[in-house]
């Protein structure tokens, strides 16, 4: 199985990889429903340790009572995390939502900076909900680095894997700056459907198959040849 690994530069396995994302996903909607920068900020913030689907069931909830930041604060801490609460960690984004809402009346004017620094200062904003605003919200290149996108860095053989911080440095490197918007959600979804955490398959998976990292890959083969001996064992 080793030898499907093409020998290749590894700009060459970029241009591959990009151009199987391109193939796969030609357009890539936003996962997260909105319909400004606020909303999107906030949609974001509710994202941490919940799914998008879950996220997308709570919103038209929340921003039925409060789309913008002035009907924010006119809610309670209490209100809002009774309505988030099965997006889990709801006291912590509770307060986060509302404390930010006040920040961008108090020092923003009611709208939601187009600026990396203003949106980290926030409360409950952290630098990839910021990457995410700047690159969703206002299209500048930003390359905000999740789960998916770090686990399939590492096995591609484009990062080391030993931080978000050094995967996002990475993939701004090694990925035209064009790109960025687009492949950061291009990854997630490939991720989602041909290379999850776990039931994990290198058949199903082409771009690990064909570009990823041969150590990787060796575990992979490991563990399906241990697999294979157990079943083996259990028919006998």
Known sequence: MSEMIKPITKQQKVQAIIDILEELYP?????LDHKDPYTLLIAVLLSAQCTDERVNQITPKLFARADNPFDMVMMSIDEIKEIIKPCGLSPMKSKGIWHLSDMIIKQHNGEVPADFEALEAMPGVGHKTASVVMAQAFGVPAFPVDTHIHRLMYRWGLSNGKSVEQTERDAKRLFPRDKWNDLHLQIIFYGREYCPARGFSLDKCIITRQYGR??????VIKEQEKKLKLTAKRKR
């Open 214 to 219: 041969r150590s990787f890959i060796n575990e």
């Open 27 to 31: 357009t890539v909607p936003i996962p």
